[in-house]
């Protein structure tokens, strides 16, 4: 057999499979619906959780789910899609890898035909995603600024640990927190760092920002995973006490953190709800339900040591 | 040989120029630089890189490459930490295997030294370049890291073992003794025996060493063996600082290490340069990012900085290599 002829053997093969493949689910009704989980990146246990808890909840449902990961990366979230619509799957709930960047890859699955549900992160663009069901990350920060106020009784030094630089969920959550902060001119930013959302990095920035500035008062983190990396930093150099630690997210050591009193406030946001929420409205959608909110916003509430007993890791 | 120690020592020179210069220039800017506590923070912090780079030097000697330190630093780590806090659980007895201390290190260690064994072994029984295979070990070892710990950090691992990354010895923080001791091994292995000699011959012209009789196989084997059980001394550390595997560990170490190789003037085609010119470089790069931080340099601008650093670090030394 020459090589070219295996080749063609190897592409109408699968083509022709698939073709028997999508005849068969129209043909028997009963066969169960599939669903694609497109995450922006697996290496972070929030995006595994709000992923896992998707694919537990279609389970429920009787659909047959599959997790595939973007990587951080729009073009292999995109590649992702692409594969999705081609082997057929019956709804998206999705996680973008970014707000602009990602549209393009939802406007592919529209065309298809295929209902797309954002789940916490949002894509700029109208009427292209079925629904999307968001963390308010915006208001979830102001919300903590405010009490940042409170708790420093409007004076201090303070410094701010930012996430991944380049992430639309770093500004979010930067911005919101100084929309507040800013206005009270007590309050005085000497440092602030990006630690990349990790932990390590987080611990190393803190290290050298103590050095620099040896009398701060609070330190407010972009995520949790940071607030931990800040909180040892400071355990290290004997100010566990004296410096306020601010996180955000709800990751399970922190909850516990702050039970502890070691952590003073964390911004509780709901993956389990977000995921539970995009595969009821992927089942409601089968179904035969059509009008979706267009934006349902999740809100973010304040976890601190008062209520902290009202909640888990990643939620109530 | 006798020219070959003298270039060694040349060598060592230059980026102690340049670490002086940038200790010169950033306590001028701070007055928080060149203070005690920073002093042990910076070498804390790069104590990590340092056993990672001690490897990196020894196979980028023999005129190889390790992309894959970072995804088993984090393999490594999760392994010992998930030994330490969770055993290993026997089904069919419905109980549980319990590791000491030492014994979820060991097995750390023995991982690390295990994926090492396997990217020698590919690149000198299959003939894989070095980067290709070690590029695939960089995303097998970071898959296996994520099916151990399914994705989530391993935390709350105790007070001993938070001492091998937090604790103090004679003055000095523990990270610090044990980069300090993977120094002197190293360097002594490298100037003092023969598989040393062998790794430059190897570096310097692969062939003319084979005809000479040494067994490259074993060599290129042992060290890169020997990088991955620093890889896992790294991962053990980080892990312990932390008091936390992370899935994510390491990510992007290999070019920290690499970084700190060639500032130390270790050529990456092999056969040309020494630890000590790396253990320099790891010193300018952990000197470099805590400056940067204690200025408050806005983190958009840091990494436009550490990249001319690198390059400029590079081109002083492919000028004087020239002038020779």
């Keep these: ?316 | 040989m006798k020219t070959l120690n003298n270039t060694i020592s040349v060598e060592k020179l230059r980026p102690l120029i340049a670490l002086f210069l940038l200790c010169v220039v950033l306590s001028l800017l701070s007055d928080k630089f060149l203070t005690v506590n920073n002093a042990w923070n910076v070498m804390r912090q790069i104590s990590v890189n340092i056993c990672i780079s001690v490897g990196m030097t020894l196979i980028v000697l023999t005129s190889g490459i390790d992309l894959s330190v970072g995804s088993v630093l984090a393999l490594c780590g999760a392994v010992t930490a998930g030994l330490l806090k969770n055993g290993i659980p026997i089904e069919a007895t419905n109980t549980y295997v319990g590791f000491t201390l030492l014994g979820a290190i060991l097995a750390g260690l023995v991982v690390g030294g295990l994926l090492g064994f396997f990217n020698g072994w590919v690149i000198t029984k299959f003939k894989v370049p070095p980067f290709v295979a070690t590029l695939a070990m960089l995303t097998i070892a970071r898959g296996l890291t994520m099916l151990f710990t399914k994705g989530f950090p391993i935390s709350g691992l105790g007070k001993e073992f938070a001492f091998i990354g937090t604790g103090w010895f004679w003055g000095m923080p523990i990270p610090v003794w044990i980069s300090l001791i993977v120094i002197i091994i190293a360097f002594w292995l490298t100037t003092r025996t023969k598989i040393g000699r062998y790794i430059y011959a190897i570096g310097g012209n692969e062939k003319a060493a084979k005809l000479s009789g040494i067994n490259i196989k074993k060599v290129k084997i042992t060290v890169y063996v020997i990088a991955g059980v620093l890889a896992a001394v790294g991962g053990i550390m980080v892990t312990s600082r932390l008091d936390s595997a992370q899935p994510n560990a390491g990510m992007s170490f290999e070019l920290d290490s690499i970084a700190a190789v060639v500032i130390g003037g270790t050529s990456l085609s092999g056969g040309r340069g020494a630890i000590l010119g790396t253990v320099l470089g790891a010193i300018i790069i952990g000197v470099l990012n805590n400056g940067l931080v204690l200025l408050n340099v806005s983190p958009f601008w840091q990494q436009v900085v550490k990249g001319f650093v690198i390059l400029l670090a590079v081109i002083i030394d492919k000028a004087n290599s020239k002038a020779e």
């Design chain 1, 1 to 316: 057999m020459t090589l070219q002829r295996l080749y063609r053997i190897l592409f109408v093969l699968p083509a022709f499979l698939c073709l028997l493949a999508s005849c068969k689910q129209k043909d028997k009704k009963n066969q169960p619906k599939k669903i694609a989980i497109i995450i922006s990146s697996l290496n972070n246990p929030w995006f595994v959780f709000l992923g896992e808890t998707a694919a537990k909840k279609a389970a429920e449902y009787g659909y047959e789910s599959k997790i595939f990961d973007s990587q951080n990366n729009t073009s292999t979230e995109s590649e992702h899609f692409e594969n999705a619509i081609v082997s057929g799957y019956d709804a998206i709930l999705f996680n973008a890898t970014d707000a602009d960047g990602s549209v393009a890859s939802v406007n592919k699955a529209k065309e298809a035909d295929i209902p797309v549900f954002c789940m916490d992160r949002e894509i700029n663009a109208v009427g292209v995603a079925t629904s999307q069901i968001l963390s308010d990350s915006y208001s979830g920060c102001v919300n903590l600024g405010k009490y940042f106020v409170q708790q420093l009784d409007k004076k201090g030094k303070y410094v701010e640990i930012l996430g991944i630089v380049g992430d639309n969920n770093t500004w979010s959550r930067s911005k919101g927190f100084h929309s507040v902060v800013d206005l009270y001119p007590g309050l005085k930013m000497v440092a602030q760092q990006s630690a990349d959302f990790d932990r390590n990095k987080a611990l190393e920035v803190m290290e050298s920002i103590l050095s620099a500035n040896p009398d701060i008062d609070a330190v407010f983190c972009g995520n949790d995973g940071m607030a931990m990396g800040a909180y040892q930093a400071l355990l290290a150099a004997g100010k566990q006490n004296k410096v306020k630690v601010f996180g955000f997210d709800g990751a399970d050591d922190v909850v516990s953190a702050i039970k502890d009193g070691k952590i003073t406030a964390t911004g509780m946001q709901y993956p389990a709800l977000m995921a539970n929420t995009a595969a009821q409205f992927a089942h409601e959608y089968f179904g035969g339900r059509k009008n979706f909110p267009e934006k349902m916003p999740v809100s973010v509430e304040m976890v601190t040591r008062k209520n902290v007993d009202n909640y888990v890791a990643y939620g109530q």
